[in-house]
């Protein structure tokens, strides 16, 4: 019994070993068994403890990207999301995403790329990350596997199902003033989207509108090798969930919905 004890024991020090040499940040992390947002030795002692003295069951979050980051999910009508903004900074193949921080950069950069607010890495447990459509659009994968980056069909389905662009804002954004700037009118969460004022980031490199704004990307580009591209806001002033187009270069959120 007590090597078997032992052999257990050793499995999950080293399985929690691998957990921990990955890249992600706050939130929902793969490895964080005691959902304190870090992921140390305590998570390990927490995993022995629970498979031999139970209690409540380890944090495990229900869809994990490239990088560790585990996300929440919520299902609203025959559509399944994710419930919080993307994180990842890699490619399903593994191969990095850039992270273009200097402004004159990201006006001119003409592949995939990603920055945090402000560049700001503490920004990002909570808002996720910023990510301009060429990286929706690479062939090598932004999602994790299973999942895709919302269409501008997908974002209309989602619409229609919550009553209409004029109130979806509402059903699909975060109660409260903790991360909305007031009044954030018309905010009930019910779908469960959690939507987040996550800002963006303008072709010449600024920042705006954390707080008080979001912006997701769709997959969809306007038409066939357009310099636009499909994507959907909301603010925090009324309730409205609106579709637009805008340039290719723009910084923002994302939001994935499973295959």
Known sequence: MRKNFNLLALAVVVAFVGLTATTAIGGNVCGDTNADGRVNISDAVYLIAYIFSGGQAPNCPPVIDIDGNGYDTVTIGTQVWMAENLKVTHYLNGDPIPNVTDAATWASFGAGAFCNYNNDVNTVSVYGRLYNWHAVSDSRGLAPAGWHV??????????????????????VKEIGTTHWSAPNLGATNESGFSALPSGLRYIGGTFYGIYTEAGFWSSTETSSGSIDAWYHGLGYNDGALWGANHDKQIGFSIRCVKD
């Not at 919302?150 to 059903?171: K, N």
């Open 150 to 171: 919302a269409s501008e069909a997908e974002w209309q389905t989602l619409i229609d199902y919550l009553g209409g662009a004029a109130v979806a804002g509402g059903r």
